[in-house]
């Protein structure tokens, strides 16, 4: 299995702009997982799907973050406008419902808004 | 709310030594304790986890302790190598698919 891909691995874009960051989980998986990863706050959990079903966004930090997971294989999470203090290193993890309880994360996307 | 603890921050250890991370969490219905470990550039990495119904487990160099009266647990690395640098989170879970991140601890193994 390639394990779960993100894309892209950096994105730098201009304040004010659509970003949007892409996430395969791994084949299987039903629970996917929307981290970001800052110096001064952690790693802080955004938002989770369960069967492609938001299940708890109480992480996100305004309604400028949007995350969609249209089916098994795919998910995306937007930002709308971007600003600066968005900047941050995103990950998409995901698991399966049974089994152990670990995550498997991706290589996450650095985002840059300058 | 639910909080983890982690201490220390950085641990600079000579090679062959010992190595000790400690995790205290908040939340007394947390049932799950996973440890990650994350090089430059990547995401986290699963390297350990323990379950409440367990005091104690091991992997090879790597070993997990559990204090529930305390509310506490601590990652184990004996004869460390230079590639166990990295940086090492806990996590606290009670079940729910979501975890509590601990803050990081920057582990550099001295050659």
């Known amino acids: 299995d390639a394990g779960v891909i993100q894309s892209p691995r950096h994105e730098v874009t201009e304040m004010g702009q659509e970003v949007t960051l892409r996430c395969k989980p791994i084949?299987?998986?039903?629970?996917l997982f929307w981290y970001r990863q800052t110096m001064m706050r952690g790693l802080e959990l955004l938002i989770y799907f369960n069967n492609n079903v938001p299940i708890d966004d109480s992480g996100m930090p305004e309604d400028r973050f949007s995350a969609k997971m249209p089916n098994a294989s795919f998910s995306t999470l937007k930002i709308q406008p971007s600003e600066p203090r968005d900047s941050a290193v995103y990950f998409c993890?995901?698991?399966?419902?049974?089994?152990?309880?670990?995550?498997?994360f991706g290589s996450g996307t650095r985002l840059t808004v300058v | 709310g639910e909080n983890v603890e982690q201490h220390p921050s950085t641990l600079s250890v000579q090679e062959g030594d010992s190595a000790v991370i400690k995790c205290t969490y908040s939340?007394?219905?947390?049932?799950?304790f996973p440890w990650y470990k994350q090089e430059l550039g990547k995401g986290p990495q699963l390297i350990i986890d323990?379950?409440?119904?367990?005091g104690e487990k091991k992997d090879q160099r790597i070993a997990v302790t559990l204090n529930k009266t305390a509310k506490h647990f601590s990652l184990h690395i004996t004869e460390t190598q230079p590639e166990d640098s990295a940086v090492y989170f806990c996590?606290?879970?009670?079940?729910?698919?979501?975890?509590?991140f601990g803050t990081g601890t920057r582990l550099k193994v001295l050659a």
């Open positions: 996590a606290a879970s009670r079940g729910t698919y979501k975890y509590i």
């Open positions: 084949s299987g998986h039903d629970y």
């Open positions: 323990i379950r409440s119904n367990v």
């Open positions: 939340d007394s219905a947390s049932n799950y």
């Open positions: 993890a995901s698991r399966a419902g049974t089994g152990n309880y670990g995550y498997t």
